[in-house]
């Protein structure tokens, strides 16, 4: 019987990890932050007042098996002078499916049959919910699209209303036999999650080992100067007793040219391993992460997903 993994996170780091996990036999259930309030999903946000459907579009994608022109289809934005501007053909059929159905959970899953995926897709909630963040310096911002472009350092981050959390969620974690937070946004896309006491009560209850895919880079205002331990350090606060028991890190060199781009353009910097200070009874797994697609850095998803998957049927 395949392992059974719950997958927490959002933006493009989760959707570039599930690309490669769906290749291997594991039953998986991919948990999305529903908090992105930036272009398209902002828009239909207000409009029809229902979660973001950004990260979910990215992240069915990743685990559809339907032909390429499909994913392209999906992620078409509009560009003309009518109210389509800026709209994601993806974004569209979701609150379409969503309308339909009644809820976003029913609406993901009748795309999901449509388009044949290696798992499920979860919101984390139902609620049109709101992050909130309090800032270094003493600023309280509203949104997450406000939040990253502030570019300030961020303090913690909390929801304007208690969101009700789907139990599909829960009934998952009570199943699961690993848990993996993505790489991807801590503040904005890793704690939206485990900000929430049912989540974390209901890792705790779980059977699940926790695994951990480390950034490759900081990110300003969000983990500037963080190593390798300080991100395991921020995530094992939010946890309750259950820890991080694995964490995957990237130990390949990158092109000087390329971090020199990150450094001076996007204030970005290599996350050092500093074996040193991460606690010991962490298992640390390297490999060679490093994808270069148009300039940017990426995982390797093929490679760590293979990773992980040896790591799920250690005996």
Same mark, same amino acid.
């Given at each position: ?5 719950? !997958?927490?996170?959002?933006? =493009? $780091?989760?959707?570039?990890? @599930?690309?490669?996990?769906?290749? #291997? ?7 999305? %932050? ?25 992240? +069915? ?16 934005? #509009?560009?003309?002078?009518? *109210? ?26 009748? @795309? ?8 499920? !897709?979860?919101?984390?909630?139902? *609620?049109?919910?709101? &992050? ?5 310096? $003493? ?23 208690? /969101? ?9 974690? $009570? ?9 991807? %946004? ?7 999650? &485990? ?8 890792? *705790? ?5 926790? &695994? ?5 880079? =900081?990110? /300003? ?13 921020? +995530? ?11 964490? #995957? ?8 040219? +390329? ?20 606690? %010991? ?27 992980? #998957?040896?790591?799920? +049927?250690?005996?």
């Amino acid at each position: 019987m395949n392992k059974k993994v719950v !997958v927490f996170g959002g933006g =493009t $780091g989760m959707s570039t990890l @599930l690309r490669g996990l769906k290749n #291997f036999p594991l039953d998986i259930s991919a948990v999305v %932050s529903v908090c992105d309030d930036g272009k398209s999903t902002g828009k239909l946000r207000k409009e029809f007042n229902q979660p973001a459907v950004g990260d979910i579009r990215r992240v +069915i994608i990743s685990l559809s098996e339907t032909e390429p022109l499909v994913e392209k289809m999906l992620n078409y934005r #509009f560009d003309t002078y009518t *109210d389509l501007n800026g709209h994601t053909v993806g974004n569209l059929l979701l609150t379409a499916a969503t309308n339909i159905s009644g809820n976003m959970s029913d609406g993901i899953e009748a @795309l999901s049959k449509t388009l044949n995926l290696k798992g499920r !897709v979860l919101p984390l909630t139902e *609620d049109n919910v709101v &992050l909130m963040a309090k800032m270094a310096d $003493g600023n309280i911002i509203e949104g997450e699209n406000n939040i990253t472009s502030y570019r300030g350092v961020i303090k913690n981050v909390y929801y304007k209303k208690k /969101p009700i959390i789907n139990n599909a969620v829960l009934d998952s974690l $009570g199943n699961a036999d690993y848990i993996i937070l993505s790489m991807g %946004s801590l503040y904005t896309s890793i704690l939206p999650n &485990l900000i929430c006491s049912e989540i974390v009560k209901a890792i *705790d209850k779980s059977k699940a080992e926790i &695994l951990y895919v480390c950034n490759m880079m =900081t990110q /300003p205002g969000e983990t500037d100067g963080f190593k390798v331990s300080d991100h395991i350090k921020l +995530i094992n606060k939010h946890l309750g007793k259950k820890k991080i028991n694995t964490v #995957f890190v990237n130990d390949e060199k990158i092109p000087k040219e +390329i971090q020199k781009k990150y450094e001076s353009l996007e204030q970005k910097d290599t996350v050092e391993i500093d074996c040193e200070h991460i606690p %010991s009874n962490v298992e640390i797994i390297r490999a060679k992460l490093v994808l270069l697609e148009g300039g940017y850095i990426r995982h390797k998803y093929n490679r760590l997903a293979s990773h992980i #998957f040896m790591k799920t +049927i250690e005996e």
